[in-house]
């Protein structure tokens, strides 16, 4: 009989909720949502990305990634403004309001990582975290830990 509670796939989706539902409880304060924290997060790292960059760095479709920014734009958080050298493209900029929460939400995030590993040493959530960017499909070469 297969075993689903100790599949990795079970276990995998089972870990994803509860990470999405600690991201949740910290950022609910702020109206909003992990994927809406995962976008404003790309644009930290660079501000005036397209929707199309968005939806590659998050990997996911673009009319997602549109709902999404559909939403922060109502929130006051980003904004669209037409594309320099394409006319059907925008780029997607925070605001100040935008950028004015990197350090507050950080921290959620933080405190999120720290909840959510809290059983794991520093050593292995290095090594859970290695493996899951190979399971991801990140087309690196990965080494094998030597202990």
């Not at 040493?121 to 202990?147: A, F, H, Q």
Request: glycine share 6%; charged share 30%; aromatic share 8%.
């Amino acid at each position: 009989m297969y075993d689903i509670e100790h599949s990795i796939g079970f276990l995998l989706s089972k870990g994803y909720q509860r990470a999405w539902a600690i991201m949740r409880e910290e950022i609910e304060s702020y109206d909003l949502t992990p994927p809406q924290f995962a976008l404003l997060s790309f644009l930290w790292q660079q501000d005036g990305l397209t929707q199309v960059e968005l939806s590659e760095k998050g990997q996911i479709d673009r009319s997602t990634v549109g709902g999404l920014i559909d939403r922060l734009e109502r929130n006051g958080l980003l904004e669209r403004r037409q594309h320099p050298q394409d006319r059907r493209s925008y780029k997607i900029y925070l605001t100040e309001q935008g950028k004015n929460m990197e350090s507050t939400l950080t921290a959620c995030a933080e405190r999120t990582l720290a909840r959510f590993t809290s059983g794991l040493n520093s050593d292995e959530c290095k090594e859970l975290k290695r493996m899951l960017e190979i399971l991801r499909g990140e087309r690196r070469v990965y080494e094998t830990p030597s202990c």
